[in-house]
């Protein structure tokens, strides 16, 4: 068999150039199509990645804004309830003390109310028993009684301070002044010229001194010169009994 290099050559420039007419009108534009293809796939998927690092970025910031936003609102409650315990605090403190201070004004209120009614009490007893003294000395007073009196008292008057005495003499001296001798009972003729010697004895000569009687004395004498009192005599002493200090606050 004889090959024909004429044909073989005819045939072989027929294959490159159908080679190259394919690479030229046929391959180039597919490889050129999948070459655009291929570039917008990648850029499709660059810009894919490109929105999933934005998606990614955005997410990690909401998360970390989520996560501050957490720590805020903790924080916040934190100091809302520091703030209420606070308050609460001060709210008891004060609610304490007023409640001390009500109890303290109460107490101050019912100790002055139990000192008024002791007061009331010690002065309705301190009445009755002026009333039974004053009854059971009223049965007890007669001349005898009063005779002794007027020696108490003579002797409580040769008692008196000088400086008293001076001040008396002064209002003795006085226009129009006098001792005034009052007795629950009518005075002997003795009882009177001793009282008026002694009288005269520290005041003076010129003293007027009147003798007069009182049965609400009981039994006793009570000598006046001005404003100025020298008793002895139950009515008073009862009467200074009651209204002493020692007895009703």
Known sequence: ?????????????????????????????????????????????AEAGEIEARATTVQAQYESRLADWEKEKARAREQLDADLALERSRQMQ??????????????????????????????????????????????????????????????????LPEMEVAGLRTAAAAKG??????????????????????LVDKLGQGIPVTFNEDGQLLSGLRLSLGSWRLHLNFADELAAFAASPNHVN
């Open 177 to 198: 002044a006098g001792v005034a001798v009052t007795s629950a009972f009518a005075l002997a003729p003795d009882q009177r010229r001793r009282i008026t010697v002694a």
């Open 1 to 45: 068999m004889q090959i024909d290099w004429t044909t073989f050559a005819l045939e072989i420039i027929n294959f490159l150039a159908l080679v190259w007419i394919l690479k030229r009108f046929l391959y180039r534009p597919v490889l050129d199509t999948l070459a655009r293809r291929r570039a917008s796939v990648e850029r499709t998927l």
């Open 94 to 159: 004060a609610l304490t003390r007023t409640l001390a201070e009500e109890r303290a004004r109460n107490a101050a209120v019912d100790a002055h109310e139990r000192q008024e009614i002791e007061r009331a009490q010690e002065v309705r007893a301190l009445a009755q028993a002026q009333r039974f003294a004053a009854s059971l000395l009223g049965r007890l007073a007669n001349p005898a009684v009063e005779a002794r009196l007027v020696d108490l008292l003579l002797e409580d008057w040769e008692l």
